[in-house]
């Protein structure tokens, strides 16, 4: 049987705490396996409600046996290209296939298969 490779899902985000929620729910929901993915958040200066929101969502992810779920904090707001570059820049060696999201999608169940 052939393995699932290991994918990183980054997603760089700013103030859109409920639009990321949603967007973290529709990873849950990937008919893919859960130990062969990986969730990169990077939080562009985003307001303490939003950061909050989107803290609470990954801790609860982070009892599922996902791969890896970081949230990275960063107190200025970079813009979206140089916090994409970091997030790849973090993507552990073994990943083989990186999926760069913007923080309002919705993926449907069958994304990666």
């Avoid at 200066?45 to 609470?56: F, G, L, N, P």
């Avoid at 200025?76 to 999926?99: A, D, M, T």
């Amino acid at each position: 049987m052939q393995t699932q490779p290991l994918v990183a899902i980054i997603i760089p985000t700013r103030d859109k705490g409920e639009d990321l929620v949603n967007c973290l729910y529709s990873i849950e929901g990937l008919a893919y396996p859960h130990e062969n993915i990986e969730v990169i958040v990077w939080d562009n200066a985003s307001d303490t409600s939003s950061k909050a929101i989107v803290r609470e969502k990954l801790t609860g992810m982070k009892k599922e046996k996902r791969r890896r779920n970081e949230y990275i904090e960063s107190d200025h707001n970079f813009g979206v290209y140089h916090s994409r570059q970091e997030l790849i820049n973090r993507v552990h060696p073994e990943i083989e296939l990186v999926c760069s999201l913007d923080d309002d999608v919705i993926l449907p169940e069958q994304m990666l298969l």
